[in-house]
């Protein structure tokens, strides 16, 4: 029996569940060293001048540009060293007119300076006395209080991915413990009479579980904690309880449906009976993935993907990425690479449906080269040997040899 | 004093460190749910076929598929059914000619069997026979045993980067324990008599530590593990004795140098005497990041690396990433983005030297376009509010406002 169902495209199915997703509340508060990859949980303000004093950029000497214009080899302004800053102290020199102040980089320019003149550009005369041999102005070689990020400031929106220089940025005015989103826990359950454990020897007809470590590692990617509920056989009754507990204490349930129509069928009906509203979106045009479905337990978001490995792997970056960073708040999530490549043959493809193609690329005398994998698509060492995806979009009827491609990498 | 330094080029630099690296030769074991971004240690080969069975890729019928030369809708082929094969069990039955057998798709075929006909080609008569409306070839709808991987194939080299598919294709033929590279361990040794840990409240003319935390999560970023030593005063002993217990135990180590001249000098006389060859490199034609310090301590590569945030930073992703990537003997490692733009506003540079400049970037009506941000290289917001980096090449004397630039995203 062929399955009956609407197919809408990938982006309406986006669209439709989008609709219905709120952000997630959980908020845990952590230290810089964990808070890489995590996001925001609310906007977070400076509370402090970055810096809080007057800091030299140069090794130089701290002195009022007034004294120093028309300084110049020929005709030298003197001037009184009335003192050195050490670094990481306050100033405790004042800089009168016709003053400077030994300063290094990084540290304090004293009360009365408003520039720095560089070493290079001075000589000393004596230990009391330096000639100044080109004008400053006015705050050169000075960053001034607040010149990085001012008291109050908003540091980061809430939803905001923290990178590397984000932490750097949150260390910088001494904010150490980071309120961020707890990572939404997302529930994966493996279907399948002929699927076991990944550590067990499987007896004949059957096979290991692949998509419960392979979804895994894409929850961990797109910032989620995966929770492997194991497997489940063809029953509705086992199948639904299982899920049912799961969605009690996660965020999200994954379903790798079984391979077979009738399989399918089950948990389509299982999956509509979770919670309400039910099943959102059956069926999207897309290749592979076409059976994908896209549901609503009481306002947590269900996914039954189909049960081949490659399948599994495309429609989760296609709408669950997006659901999980979206249940996140996240602005910023981090992108895949994109490259530029030039096909090296011919891609077929039903118009009407966006086709998925792994690609391996290839350095070549005249350039990159994107050579198209085609394999049946229950072949999880097709992904494998891929660096990335192909996509040929819904209103195309296929790619020709030579054409320039984006490929999206993995 | 000026520093006295040989520049060389970035290209130049990264080569001189990597002719003496050599691979880390620590080994762990991991299950699949710790392997996600770490590197294989050891060529890896599948202990099985994939699969070890031959599978339907369809709901039909087994059938020998002579039985279906020349059949159609008109003249179908008769078939007695002799059984069915339920999912996850060795085929019980045999198909002898004139037979067929219900199978589901990802099932076992059964013996005498070498090819599926679809359900939607066939027709049931009674219990007991089909009619079949179309050929098939022999093999058709059906994945021979080690399709995907034969027994003894290699499945990934030393030094891949394991990927989500690649979780899900070791899982597959049942390898759940990987051995992996140990995570290079990085030393990370802040230095400055004005720097306080982030935690602190600094006094007048005192700076938090950035960079630890900046450069900590870079390392984790690359596949290493980061170990702050916390923070160094101004004064060559200490820090000498402070690297020196650092470099017993790590395998790399990270010096935030300070700013002034004169620490940098005493920087560089320091890691020099680290140990044998010593320094390599000192002095590097980019901006920011000139200054930096390429060196190897018996054995152990130690990088003196500018004190300010945006220096240190744009020179970790320069030559400390690549280092520890060769430690690890990564042959695939993860790429970060690039995206091609239109650039907002000239931007100069001085030829002879790799300028570094980070920019925001912003989708406008026509395409995307590259905002330089100019801050003095100290600010570290100046990269949190950016989203890559600009690379203007050593023979360019500047690029022009609405030139085609690529940037390389964080």
Known sequence: MPELFQVITATQANERLAQHLTLLQRVEHVSLAEALDRVTA?????????????????DGFAVRAADTYGASEGLPAYLNL????????????????????????????????????????TQALDEQMIEVVRPVAMGENVLPVGDDVRQGDVLFPRGHWLRPQDLGGLAGVGLTSIPVVARPRVAILATGDEV??????????QIRD????????????????????????????TMRQMACDALADADML???????????????????????????????????GKPSILALAD???????????????????????????????CTNPPARPLVQARLAQNVASRSGSEDFVPVYLEQRDDGLWAIPIF???????????????????????????????TIRLF
């Open 82 to 121: 009335c003192g050195e800053v050490p670094m990481g102290r306050a100033a405790d020199v004042q800089v009168r007119l016709g003053e400077a102040a030994r300063v290094h980089t990084g540290g304090m320019i004293p009360p009365g300076s408003d520039a720095v003149v560089m070493i290079e550009n």
């Open 196 to 205: 076991v454990s990944a550590d067990r020897e499987p007896a004949a007809g």
């Open 254 to 288: 994954i379903i790798s449906a079984g391979s077979s129509v009738s399989t399918r069928d089950m948990t389509a009906q299982m999956i509509a009976e979770l919670g309400a509203p039910g099943v959102l979106v059956h069926g999207v045009s897309i290749r592979p």
């Open 299 to 329: 306002g947590k978001p269900v996914f039954g993907l189909p049960g081949n490995p490659v399948s599994t792997m495309i429609v989760y970056q296609l709408f669950v990425t997006p659901a999980l960073h979206q249940l996140l708040g």
């Open 375 to 405: 394999g049946k698509s229950n072949l999880i060492y097709t992904m494998v040997r891929a660096d990335g995806l192909l996509q040929v979009p819904l209103d195309q009827a296929g790619l020709y040899a030579e054409d320039m491609v």
């Open 210 to 237: 692949i998509n419960t470590h392979s979804v895994s590692a894409l929850i961990r990617r797109a910032g989620g904690e995966p929770l492997p509920l194991g497997i489940a056989p063809d029953d509705a009754e």
């Open 42 to 58: 609310a906007e977070l303000l400076s509370p402090t001048n970055l810096p809080t004093f007057p800091r030299s950029t140069m």
